[in-house]
């Protein structure tokens, strides 16, 4: 369901409201898609940052604000389905105080920092009778789409193994994982859970087979107080080799002045508050984004391997790296009778069987791999629209009965690099999901 456009569901005369909470870039992102679908209205926000919740209601100017998500979830229910996209360690009080209330959830990744949240969260959505919806968009691409397509034509025979490179690239890693909101793992479990729960859960979508054993290796290798460069001091504002330092934050964060509606001014927004040359300056001068990416209270790994073996053998490969210039994912795919290279954007097919190669630019197919993850949150948010509309949320592919084998693979990998060992992963427990007519039966009335 969730690979093709319906437009006579999407367009339909039933109205959708919704409810989000955590208005940050994410949030927003999905808010503005959501809104684009005819009959869908965002009718309440809960963020407790004002900036944000400023640049928030300009493009929803008739949101309920709610300065706390607690607020918003002890109101009588006034949407449909509320959109969570609060920082990782709130998913799972949230997500159950929602559940409770009566909401359908669309989730961002990753589910909850924890197994044992992750399962509350499932439970609590299956004993009251709701729904959650993971945003693995990752599944929802055109490019996705596609390589789904051709492998199941047969493309390249039967899939073998997989090579799968998540390039997080320099500057990202430094602003996200070295001096910002995820750079501990006590607050954001670990990189791999953080960032590439993407990565494992597409790549258990593209094998179509369960994780049979896992193990993983990974360190902070770099961004660490014996890699700073002679002289350097702990500010970048008053070090004397900022200007040929790859990680400056100054460089970094002055770029989002010159760029409006771009990735670089959100990130100088985040550290900074507002986009002015006083706020950016004030932040580098005395705020967690201004420090040197060498002497930052930073664990998370820097570089991470994942090792998979799914059943009748089949294996797969994941690498994460900082040290990548920040682009697409690059993936090769081997099969019986075939390989294919793709790069979130391009797919080239080399068949075995007549020596040649045929390449096919995804973008045709309507959207650019390089905005919006590929098309990806657009169509998650039109699938889940037409699952409310419909009364059929379970139909989706990133259900959260999904996404929790996935994550158990993510959190196995994690205890297996900890503890230098292979694990094994028991069978995924059946999911608890209500049937499509039980959830039409409970109505949906506010």
Known sequence: MEQQRDDAVIGSTRDIRLAVVGAGMRGHAYASGAAGIPGVEIVAVAEPNPTTVARFTRGFPGAQVFGDWRELAAQPRLADAVIVTLPDQEHRDASVAFAEAGYDILLEKPIATSPEDCDDIEAAAS???????????????????????????????????????????HLHFAHSFVRGNW???????????????????????????????????????YFRPESRPAGASDRCVTCPVESSCAFSAVRFYRRGLDNPGSAEEYNALVMAGEVTPEAI??????????????????????????????????????????FTEGTNRKTRLFGTAGQITGDGRMISVYDFRTLQTTVYDTDELGFDAAAGHGGGDLRLIEAF?????????????????????????VFAAEEARRTGTIVSLPAAPASRRTSGADRRGRGRAL
């Open 127 to 169: 004993s009251n009778n709701v729904s959650v919806t993971v945003c693995h968009v990752l599944r929802y691409t055109s490019y996705t789409q596609k390589l789904r397509e051709l492998l199941d034509s047969g493309a390249i025979g039967e899939i073998m193994q997989i090579e799968h490179l998540e390039p997080v690239g």
């Open 183 to 221: 750079r501990q793992s006590a607050t954001s479990h670990g990189l791999l859970l953080a960032k590439s729960c993407h990565d494992i859960d597409w790549l258990l979508y593209i094998m179509g087979r369960p994780v049979q054993r896992v193990t993983s290796f990974g360190s902070l290798g």
């Open 281 to 322: 300056d004030r932040a580098l001068e005395t705020g967690p984004w201004g420090r040197c990416a060498y002497l930052c209270d930073n664990d998370v790994v820097d570089h991470q391997t994942v090792q998979l073996e799914f059943t009748d053998g089949r294996l797969a490969s994941f690498t994460l790296s900082a």
């Open 385 to 409: 629209i037409s699952a409310l509309r419909t009364a059929s949320p379970e139909q989706l592919s990133t259900s959260i009965a999904q996404s929790m084998a996935s994550h158990r693979v």
